[in-house]
């Protein structure tokens, strides 16, 4: 009998190695690296066409032309990329209407003005070495004979002599002001002026410089650990996460390193086979014993919870009470991993909405948690907990009755339309400034301060008026209040909602700020009603909503939104932005507390500063 175990682990764990070993996850497969040239292409950079988005990141397609030159497409201007240096995150390009320009004996290789010659700005890619750049003036269709001889030594690329219509390109230093209004005579009104950038080296005529280009870097999160682990690197637009493909599976940031056993003698698979079986023989009775006690314990501490708060201010229901209450579970709200949602009507004809929880999950700590964390609350902005029902296996949480439902319908509702009036921004407005204030007691509290950790819409619940109320505490943290940072156990919150440091303490400590970043996210998707989450991200992070509506604010453009209707919309919806944009910036302590949140929206937006760049992954940040 024992014997047969044995050997059956033996053939079990060869078998699975073998399988395990002969399966490759199909991301890793996907993302190999590419060769253009003579350069190497791999994370964040991907080739369009050739690789799959989620190889690289998002505004980093590039593509391979048929001679081996790599093209980046900033604005849709065509620049040519000369080096990446992955080392230190940086590469050289230069535009390609001057690369194109090298050869001056054809008219096919004239600068024409229709490029646009302006480094567009990107949220992607910095310039670097800023001090050591020159902008350069392009003149467009020159009469170089009526023109000083010295001049000629600013020609670039095709000569009089080849276009005499187009004329000569002179490019000259902005700077160089002299210069610059003596060429400007000589082209003449058919002339156009386009501004380039160089980078300033020595002993290197202009239009060498055009062509040598400039250095630019990027801050999109760091491969080193992925790789160093034997991972390809990747990048999930949906979820907008970093993502470590390796050959078993795709892991959050590096692989698991296996000891690389090579040599599996018989001998060797015998003893694996024997530790395995004594290994397991003791898992079992250790799991058998762990799972008696634990089911033990955990009725045992949500008892002892409930005696040490007996004081509670909120009712406990028998099981019978809710059956009563919710008419046997006749009317369903709604579902979701936690259990389902019933509405019931309490004798004193109250309306509430009763909560089922499927299974005491963990040590019933969500229960407590939610139970805890709710019992003392009391606010207009955060949905309040009447009563819970702990009775063996039956977990139950009684709320007042939300009739609007979430924020999350109501994004979601294509029509805009809201019972029988239109969802307009003073709505939207309104919401954020109570979920705000509803964060503010949170964060607030006098001996405790309640983090919430899930801040989305879907936990925003709104009553008849659309007033918003916080609900959903199952992952809140109560902490004293003196504690600055806190401790969780495990990722906690929603993808898109989660702030950098909750799922990689590589970028600060957790705190109050997380929920201030899922908050900012939340408000940016009410701004762009959900434009931002749920679209999918092209290949250009241009495309991402944070970053396109912060390029229309900063180049103060009209924001470009559905139904803005007039100057008090727009003010509100660059005052939601503004603040948004600002909840989300990697560094937590650039963070405004939730308090100053409240006081930026209530305040003039006249007094607003534009936040810096919404960075994913500040360089700060790589290990
Ligand atoms: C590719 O080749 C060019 C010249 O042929 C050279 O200047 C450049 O440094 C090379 N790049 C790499 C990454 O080897
Ligand atoms: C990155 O390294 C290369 C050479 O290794 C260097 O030429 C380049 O200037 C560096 N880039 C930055 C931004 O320092
Ligand atoms: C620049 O000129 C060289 C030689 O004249 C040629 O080999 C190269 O292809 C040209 N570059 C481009 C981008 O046309
Ligand atoms: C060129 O691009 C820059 C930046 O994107 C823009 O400001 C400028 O208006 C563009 N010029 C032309 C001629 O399109
Ligand atoms: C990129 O360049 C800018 C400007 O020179 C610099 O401030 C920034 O630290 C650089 N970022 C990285 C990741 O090297
Ligand atoms: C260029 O300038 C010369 C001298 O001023 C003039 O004779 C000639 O007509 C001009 N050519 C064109 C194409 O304007
Ligand atoms: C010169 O430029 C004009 C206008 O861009 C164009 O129509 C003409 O074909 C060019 N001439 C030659 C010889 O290429
Ligand atoms: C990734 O690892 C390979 C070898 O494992 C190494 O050749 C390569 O330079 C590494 N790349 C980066 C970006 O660290
Ligand atoms: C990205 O994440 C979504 C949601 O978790 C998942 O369905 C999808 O398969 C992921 N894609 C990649 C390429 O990992």
Partial sequence: MYRCVIVSIILYSVLSRTTLSSYVDPHYLACEPQTCGNQSIRYPFYIQGKQQPFCGYPGFAISCDSNGF???????????????????QSLRVSNAAFSSANNTNTPDSCISAAHNLTLPPTSTFNLVHQNNHKDIVLFFG???SSMPLELLDYRIGCSEAT??????????????????SLVSKSCGTGGEVVDAVVEESEGVGIEEKLRRGFMLNWTASDCKLCNSTGGRCGFNSTIFTFQCYCTD???ASKCVISDGRSKASMMMGLALGLAAAVTLLLVMVTLYYTRWKKQNSKHLLVDAFLERHGHLQIKRYSYSDMKKVT???KNKLGEGGFGSVYKGQLKDGRHVAVKILSELKGDGEDFINEVVSMSRTSHVNIVALLGFCFQGSKQGLVYEFMPNGSLEKLLSDENDVIGDRQLDYQTLYDIAIGVAKGLEYLHKGCNTRIL??????????LDENFCPKISDFGLAKVCTRKESMVSISGTRGTAGYIAPEVFSRNFGVISHKSDVYSYGMMVLEMVGRRRNIKTEVDASSETYFPYWIYNRLVSNQELGLQSISNEFDNEKVRKLTIVS???IQTNPSNRPSISKVVEMLEGRVELLQLPPKPFWFSPSASP
């Fill in 581 to 583: 944009l600002w909840c």
């Fill in 249 to 251: 599976r795709i892991h």
């Fill in 163 to 180: 276009n005499k219509t187009d004329g000569s390109v002179l490019a000259l230093y902005k700077d160089d002001v002299k210069t610059v």
């Fill in 452 to 461: 919430h950790f899930d801040i989305k819409p879907h936990n925003i619940l």
């Fill in 142 to 144: 020159c009469n170089l």
């Fill in 70 to 88: 790599l093209i980046l497409s900033l604005s849709n201007t065509p620049y040519i990329i000369h080096q990446i240096f992955y080392h230190n």
């Fill in 327 to 329: 008419n046997s579970f």
